[in-house]
């Protein structure tokens, strides 16, 4: 069974910081990963999704690596906002014939930038 | 191009009554799927459906049911309500029915279970 775990459940940062957020997975077996935002009270906000045939994707300030063989996904923000401030989520998405789109998502990493 | 749309997205209930909960998927998303998200138990796989069939079913009992319409609309219900129900149902859609598809999830419907 997939477990997918988020270091650190929490995380506090003066604004203009760099940081990196851990994701791991215990089944390298996997289709994609994708990474996720969720502001309070609402749903989830796709960030970027990385194929298992892919070591990176990049949107703007966020930046998200995978390697499927140690089963860690790292997502780094640059000069990081106050606006940035929200929780984080990765999932992955197993590689079964019939996973469809189940995905399995880490406990999060609540993210906040101070001003 | 309207994203995924859940309605309700607030509702109050009380223990033993059953609630419907609606999801509309991007146009032209075939696949749909549901998604129980609690402080204790995190964000938890409910059930998928594409072409109006289930595909796979996550680890809830059989008072949780869904069915998908042939315009890609889906509900969910859920019978004899417990306190523990409480919980946003969030639903998710998908353009391709292979597993390679980004998922965009719509903001949910919060249910609180009195």
């Known amino acids: 069974k997939q477990e997918v775990t988020q270091i650190p459940a929490a995380l506090s940062v003066p604004e203009g910081e760099n940081l990196v957020l851990n994701c791991s997975f215990t089944d390298s077996a996997i289709y994609n990963l994708q990474w996720f935002r969720q502001d309070p009270g609402k749903g989830l906000t796709s960030l970027l999704l990385?194929?298992?045939?892919?070591r990176e994707q990049t949107s703007g300030r966020l930046n998200a690596s995978l390697d499927k063989s140690s089963g860690r996904s790292t997502l780094y923000i640059a000069a990081s906002q106050p606006g940035d401030s929200a929780t984080y989520l990765c999932a992955v998405r197993g590689q079964v014939d019939n996973a469809g789109n189940m995905l399995t998502f880490g406990g999060g990493t609540r993210l906040m930038v101070k001003p | 191009k309207a994203g995924v749309t859940q309605t309700p997205r607030y509702l109050i209930k009380t223990r033993g009554q059953q609630v419907t909960l609606s999801c509309s998927p991007i146009?032209?998303?075939?696949?749909v799927s549901w998604y129980q998200q609690t402080p204790g138990q995190g964000l938890q796989f409910l059930f998928e459906y594409f072409s109006e069939t289930q595909r796979n079913k996550g680890n809830f009992p059989g008072r949780f049911s869904g069915r998908q319409f042939s315009n890609s609309r889906s509900e969910m219900n859920v019978s004899t309500l417990e306190l523990g129900d409480s919980a946003l149902y969030l639903c998710a859609s998908s353009l391709e029915g292979v597993n390679t598809g980004e998922l965009f999830f719509g903001e949910g419907s919060r249910l609180t279970v009195l």
């Open positions: 146009s032209g998303h075939r696949s």
């Open positions: 990385i194929q298992s045939s892919q």
